[in-house]
């Protein structure tokens, strides 16, 4: 992945553990809160998408329009990205760890579905980042936790890391107790015939919840972003309490 700009708000960081990954993230200095929650959403971009593509990114618009109405919106830090195997690296962020008050979700560009599923590669970012920037973060005497949440319609078929990979990112964030917590959610949409393998896939990374959101219908994507952005509120609450949030239903 090549080496992403930077700004005098943001800083680019490499993912530590293997890789060429790398992620931005607000400058420590820039930053006015004590404590915060690390929130990633990856949506799938892959070429199956297609037909639902622009529900999806109103369903992501959604997440982040709801997470500015949080009572606890001052603490979360959020990062976008998109994946699929025509992107150089296979992940592209929409926009690295911000705050809320400094994201136009109504900015962000429209879905343009292609290639294959290198679902191995969006968590990998996606933990790890939240893993390295926790890191940072907690070193400086931050409270931090995270949740990352994987949007797909299908399973691994086009990553360059491996699934083991990807639970290390996870177990080491945890175990390390760089994060005082990590929520893990894997959202199947569409995803009714491969259901099985996305499960499968679930339990090999140690991704705590797979979440079956049914077909890709406007008023499913609009209840799925509401599952994202409670998800995101009650994790942000947990933090200071030493544990996750308990999970939402969807």
Known sequence: MPRLAQNDDMQSHRITGGGNFNFTAARVEKLGATEYTLATIAADTTGSTFAFAAELRKAVVAVVNACKKSPRANNLLVRVVEFNSTIPGNVREIHGFKALKDIDPVAYPDFSPTGMTPLNDAAYSAFGAMKDYGKTLT?????????????????????????????????TATKEEILESLVTILVGINASSCRRELEGWQRETGIAQYVDAGDATPQKLAKLADFVSRSISSQSQALGTGGASQQATF
């Open 139 to 171: 070193d400086q005497d931050f409270s931090v936790n995270g949740i990352g949440v994987l949007i797909t319609d299908g399973g691994e078929n086009a990553s360059m890391m491996s699934t083991q990979a990807v639970r290390d990112q996870i177990e």
